[in-house]
């Protein structure tokens, strides 16, 4: 089997055999010739995004929609996409829907100056010119949007800059408003002027309601527009965390077996965990359906409990990074024990010795490669709905370590209880600050959750990434633009959206699901120019949960408000507490570094933030952050 890394495999998109089928569009000064939407039903490619003519009615899907492709209708697409053709074939048939997440594209025939268009909370003017409109649920409004742009700055990409609701009816847009940024002129093609003569109902009531809000005086006004609905989002996981909720909580196989290290007892056990996954590798039900679990493993977990003290203890569940393990928390423990924290790791699908995974010694590359699902070049390069599942089935083994964890478990086999079912607390790092938000929403067990340097919208996290950028240009085929590699990732985006954190986060603060209506405490942290997770992407997930950022504003963010710490109780009528903190410099080795994706999570001002967040929420029920650099006195340069 051929295989490669998710970041080679990616830029592969464009790829054919031996010819180039699409280089790109000639951005050259057309002299008169005004800039229009690159776009015709019969142009064999998709040219703009979501494309609401893969639409079919099925109901057995929670929206009674699913998404169909036939290459047949798309040569240009089945003649450049080799094995990536199973992403558009088979990925996004399991969908409802479009993304919540996802960007929309238009390609246009000419480039456009991108720094004159507006972007962030400036494109929820009427006058903007582009942007998201929302239809339903609720009044018509417009929703703002990140630009960005590609193919030499032809094509225009619309990031919702909070997640569209799920169930919703939605366009996106670009109006003639903008002919400065495209180059003086900016037109309806025929094409387009045709579409919106006799246009459907759902295009139909997208232009009624930006004439009503003051965006267009008529269709005519219209350089492009794409209307559709979004997917379904959490309704698989609360069907799982009920099925989880009906049944026994799970206990551990045989009893732990402990050892007394100078900092803390470890103990080593294995409980049973259901595996909601079929034969794919993809969870599958329709709706109305229960959950229905289609098999059981062994999944191994490690507990470090405090050497003194009276149990049971308050408990961290610590999420490892990409391509660790449990043995990661160690290092947690080693700072927790002594403070009176238990803390508890278990590993992630493809990850360390998780039965999914086949080689528990395997190198970092070896397990990436499997967590993001890369196979075979030539018949299934990626498969992206098992990519979804990984984070998914993840969540769910870590719902059933809860009811576990839960249960009072006598750990060290004295007699007593070890963990505290009331005070349990959740720390993920990097992969693990990713699965945190579905986790605390689909469970009110957590008190307090942080999440360092997490992500949202995880595809952008796969091509924003600065350290994949010279593997990324190296492995790039000549025959593939780096356009037909842009324009691939918000199809991607629409098939993980569901296992997306983005999507889960707004239901951790606000919105809460009726299965966990307890809303935690959540700290957001971030490094600037993180190599790794990108801003982009911590920013999304930080937006999605709806945090300020707390002071120190060492960078300002789009879609952020920013407040003086020390802030407690600022969510859920004083009872929870969210906010964002930024990190620059860190100390390390008694040598101030400038922090990154790596050292932020256990250096001094790290933890400062993270254990006083958790003990203030243990001690007074609300959590505290406040300016980590000023409770430690770090002068940061």
């Known amino acids: 089997m051929q295989r490669l890394s998710i970041f080679a495999v990616v830029i592969l998109l464009g790829c054919g055999g031996g010819e180039t089928v699409d280089a790109g569009v000639d951005i050259t000064d057309a002299g008169a010739l005004c800039t229009a939407q690159r776009w015709s039903p019969e142009s064999g490619s998709i040219d703009r995004w979501p494309e609401p003519a893969l ?23 089945a003649a450049t996409l080799r094995g990536y053709r199973p992403v558009f074939t088979d990925d996004l048939a399991e969908l409802d829907g479009f993304g919540i997440n996802a960007e929309s594209f238009f390609r246009f025939n000419r480039a456009w100056q991108i720094d004159a268009l507006p972007s962030g909370e400036a494109t929820m003017a009427a006058d903007a010119g582009l942007g998201l409109l929302v239809l339903s649920p609720g009044e018509p409004r417009l929703h703002p949007v990140l630009v960005e742009s590609a193919d030499e700055d032809s094509t225009i990409l619309l990031a919702p800059l909070r997640p569209l609701p799920a169930h919703a009816e939605v366009a996106a847009f670009v109006t003639t408003n903008l002919a400065g940024p495209a180059g003086g002129c900016l037109e309806q093609s025929a094409v387009v002027a045709a579409d919106l003569a006799s246009p459907d109902a759902r295009t139909l009531a997208a232009v009624d309601a930006l004439v009503t809000l003051g965006v267009i005086a008529s269709s005519d006004d219209l350089a492009a527009i794409t209307a559709f609905p979004t997917q379904s989002i959490e309704e698989d996981t609360i069907a799982v965390s009920q099925d989880i909720a009906a049944r026994e909580a799970p206990g551990f196989v045989s009893p732990p077996t402990c050892e007394t290290g100078s900092a803390w007892i470890r103990c080593d ?70 403070r009176g924290f238990a803390t508890v790791s278990a590993p992630a699908l493809e990850h360390g010795e998780h039965p999914t995974h086949e080689d528990p010694n395997a190198e970092s590359l070896a397990v990436v490669l499997d967590f993001f699902a890369i196979g075979d070049l030539t018949s299934r390069a990626l498969h992206a709905t098992r990519l979804r599942e990984n984070f998914r089935q993840t969540t769910w083994d870590r719902l059933q370590l809860t009811r576990l964890l839960g249960s009072g478990v006598d ?71 780096e356009g037909d590699v842009r324009r691939f990732f ?95 410099w860190i100390e390390r080795r008694g040598e101030v570094v400038a922090a990154d994706h790596g050292n932020v999570g256990d250096s001094e001002v790290g933890l400062e933030a993270w254990f006083d967040f958790l003990q203030t929420h243990l001690d007074t029920g609300i959590a505290r952050i406040r300016d980590p650099y000023m409770a430690t006195g770090f002068a940061r340069p």
């Open 411 to 481: 750990v060290n086999g004295d007699g007593s209880a070890d963990l505290d079912p009331d005070r349990l607390l959740y720390l993920g790092i990097s992969l693990g600050g990713l699965m945190g938000p579905e986790l605390l929403a689909a469970t009110d067990d957590y008190g307090a959750g942080v999440l360092v340097v997490p992500g949202g919208r995880v595809s952008t996290i796969m091509y924003r990434s600065e350290i994949f950028g010279s593997l990324v240009e190296l492995l790039r085929p000549r025959t593939a633009t």
């Open 55 to 77: 639409l079919v009615d099925d109901p057995t899907t929670e929206t009674g929609r699913r998404l169909r492709m036939t290459l047949e209708e798309y040569p240009v697409l």
């Open 490 to 584: 918000p199809v991607l985006q629409t098939v993980l959206d569901a296992g997306d954190p983005a999507s889960y986060a707004p239901h951790g603060l606000q919105d809460r699901f009726a299965t966990a209506p307890d809303v935690p405490s959540v700290l957001v942290a971030v490094v600037l120019d993180d190599e790794v997770v990108p801003n982009v992407a911590n920013y999304a997930v930080g937006r999605a949960f709806g945090v300020p950022i707390i002071e120190p504003l060492l960078r300002p963010e789009p879609g952020f408000v920013t407040m003086s710490g020390p802030v407690m109780g600022n969510f859920a009528e004083g009872r929870a507490t969210g906010g964002l903190l930024q990190f620059d």
């Open 269 to 338: 056990a294995r409980f049973v965990a259901q595996d909601y996954r079929d034969a794919d590798g993809v969870f599958r039900r329709a709706r109305d359906e229960a959950a229905t679990p289609t098999a059981s493993y062994e999944v191994p977990v490690t507990i470090w409990l405090p050497l003194t003290g009276p149990g049971p203890y308050p408990t961290i569940l610590y999420g490892h990074g990409l391509g660790g393990a449990r043995d990661q928390a160690r290092r947690v423990a080693d700072l927790a024990a002594p």
